[in-house]
């Protein structure tokens, strides 16, 4: 579109009309689509690549032609492409992957158009990928594993079953598909709880051990679990426990709580400290079957009646040397050792006399 413009130049010997045309461009490329109130679109997951899914639409008013491409696209992988319509633009799904909205639920898309010397941008348009069930339900656990005594009552929950899927809003319902041919269990189909249903097939000397097939579906996928069950033998039935004692069972074995008064596995033993045979404040401890008194200060004995009585002994040691010394004899002393000496002379001459009569004597 051209404008006119007129210029007039006035000589004051000469009138002359000087006519000066020149290009003027008015309009920029506006969008039409997207625009304000109308920045959301949808197409499904899992569409084929390279599908058309949205017309985008540009134009000039001054006849420009116009160039429109993808301005930015959050996120940006994987990329999605533009190509040109007979009308518009069309905005084309990646060339080599699928959309899936597990992964990436929107999109969001700016586009620009370029028209002469003039480019714009349009307003965000956001792409919403529809859901479709294409996940199959995951199983919480890779396999499951629970007891049940063989006592156990009809009803009884034994583990509960969990599934989840990917798609929007699943419903997931769950059955026993293998391993239970005579509906020994049952499970709820909304909630995967795992119910004993016939108590009466519970042996756990027969059949110790149940292996179970439970699937879960969402209607158009399906996933399965293994499911093991054993049966306990209930050591607390018949009652153990004697005296009013309460049984506790595990997998293996079993404990009584015993009343007062009595002990012993089975409770089957009077106590030996009810009543406290430990007097004096002795403290009584019970000794396989019979027992031990710990007494107070003060006390001692079987129990604790002897009162204890402390005795002061005191010891005078004196130290050895490891020489003797002969002690130098005094008056006294060499008094007494004269007295021995001529006590043993005058023995020594009698009896030298008495010999010498005897032999005199046989020589006669």
């Avoid at 540009?58 to 492409?81: K, L, R, W």
């Avoid at 158009?220 to 039935?237: G, K, P, Q, S, W």
């Avoid at 596995?265 to 406290?276: A, W």
């Amino acid at each position: 579109m051209f404008r006119y413009q007129v210029m007039p130049n006035i000589y004051t010997f000469l009138a002359t009309c000087v006519l000066i045309v020149s290009p003027v461009q008015t309009a920029a490329p506006v969008f039409s689509n997207p625009s304000l109130g109308h920045q959301q679109t949808s197409c499904f997951e899992n569409i084929a690549s390279s599908s058309s899914i949205y017309r985008v639409s540009a134009t000039d008013a001054d006849g420009d032609t116009v160039t429109v491409a993808i301005h930015s696209q959050n996120p940006s992988d994987p990329p999605f492409q533009i190509t040109k319509a007979i009308i518009g633009w069309n905005l084309m799904t990646p060339s080599l992957t699928t959309i899936d909205r597990e992964t990436t639920p929107t999109f969001t898309f700016v586009f620009s158009a370029t028209g002469g010397n003039d480019t714009v941008q349009s307003v965000a348009l956001t792409l919403i990928l529809t859901d479709l069930n294409d996940n199959s339900p995951q199983f919480t656990a890779i396999s499951y594993s629970a007891s049940v005594y063989d006592t156990a009552s009809a009803g009884a929950v034994i583990l509960t079953i969990q599934a989840t899927d990917a798609d929007v809003s699943p419903s997931i319902a769950y059955r026993i598909t293998a391993g239970d041919v005579a509906g020994t269990f049952s499970i709820d189909l909304n909630t995967g709880e795992l119910k004993l249903n016939t108590p009466g097939n519970l042996n756990s000397a027969s059949t110790p051990t149940y292996s179970l097939t439970v699937q879960a579906s969402d209607g158009a996928n399906t996933n399965t679990t293994t499911v093991t069950i054993h049966v306990l033998d209930d050591r607390c039935v018949p009652q153990p426990c004697q005296n009013g004692g309460t049984c506790t069972r595990n997998e293996t074995d079993f404990i009584c709580a015993c009343v007062s008064g009595w002990i012993g596995d089975t409770c089957s033993q009077d106590n030996p400290c009810i009543p406290n045979l430990c007097q004096n404040g002795g403290t009584c401890t019970i000794a396989g079957s019979t027992y031990n008194c710990t007494c107070t200060s003060g006390y001692e004995g079987l129990n604790c009646t002897t009162i204890v009585t402390t005795t002061t002994t005191t010891t005078t040691t004196t130290a050895a040397t490891t020489s003797i010394t002969t002690p130098k004899p005094d008056s006294q002393d060499l008094v007494v050792i004269t007295v021995v000496s001529v006590t043993t002379v005058a023995v020594v001459i009698t009896v030298t006399i008495a010999i010498l009569v005897y032999i005199r004597n046989n020589k006669r």
